[in-house]
């Protein structure tokens, strides 16, 4: 059965640098997204991505972030200067067309110290 | 706006016994629904959906959940509980106003199960 995927599972970094986090959604589906979760909170938007664009975008998603569709597999997500608060599992997630249910990646806990 | 409140961040019952997980929802138009499940250390896996088909829903490992627009709730239930269901469930709601359909999530309810 086809999946996301997500790499690396595990990131560690300092404050003030640049991650890039990764995301292999479904082959054929069309929407892509990220998600956040601090440890102990609740599951939180992002960003929607469709046809090479964003499509929407929360308050949390400022001018740190970004997310980039390079070739017709990945989706990534960049935050550029990380801060002590962006610690939390991302997650990205994918799906064939909307509305519909999201399929999830294992995520990728970000730690940063 | 649309929200998903889950009544309990905490639900403990024996191996055997029935499951109930609590969620109401607040929504202008009719909505679509969703359980999802979280696993210690694992991604977040779709249990089932309510999209205004049948108002009970069957999903996987013998979860359903019943839609009843009279009371705003789609609560979780599961005659049996076996140890493995201990996990983090989250009852989550499409806006559908947004049209790219940004899941909204509730704060989940911790479902923990004694021998």
């Known amino acids: 059965e086809p999946e996301v995927t997500q790499t690396p599972s595990h990131q560690v970094t300092q404050m003030g640098q640049e991650v890039i986090l990764r995301c292999v959604p479904i082959s054929n589906h069309l929407y892509f997204y990220w998600y956040r979760q601090i440890l102990g909170q609740k599951v939180e938007f992002l960003v929607s991505f469709y046809n090479n664009e964003i499509s929407e975008k929360s308050e949390i998603f400022d001018d740190q972030f970004s997310v980039e569709r390079p070739d017709g597999s990945n989706f990534t997500l960049k935050i550029r200067s990380t801060k002590l608060e962006d610690s939390a599992m991302y997650f990205c997630a994918s799906t064939p067309t909307a509305p519909y249910e999201q399929y999830f990646g294992p995520g990728t806990r970000l730690t940063v110290t | 706006a649309q929200s998903v409140t889950q009544l309990d961040s905490h639900v403990s019952v024996s191996e055997g016994t029935p499951v109930l997980l609590r969620c109401n929802y607040s929504s202008s138009y009719s909505p679509s629904l969703f359980w999802y499940v979280q696993h210690p250390n694992k991604g977040l896996q779709l249990l089932l959906k309510?999209?205004?088909?049948?108002?009970l829903v069957k999903g996987i490992n013998g979860f359903e959940a019943e839609f009843k627009k009279s009371e705003t709730s789609f609560h979780l239930t599961k005659p049996s509980a076996h140890m493995s269901d201990a996990a983090e469930y989250f009852c989550v709601v499409i806006p559908l106003s947004g049209g790219y359909n940004k899941l909204i999530f509730g704060a989940g309810t911790r479902l923990a199960v004694h021998p």
């Open positions: 309510y999209t205004s088909a049948a108002t």
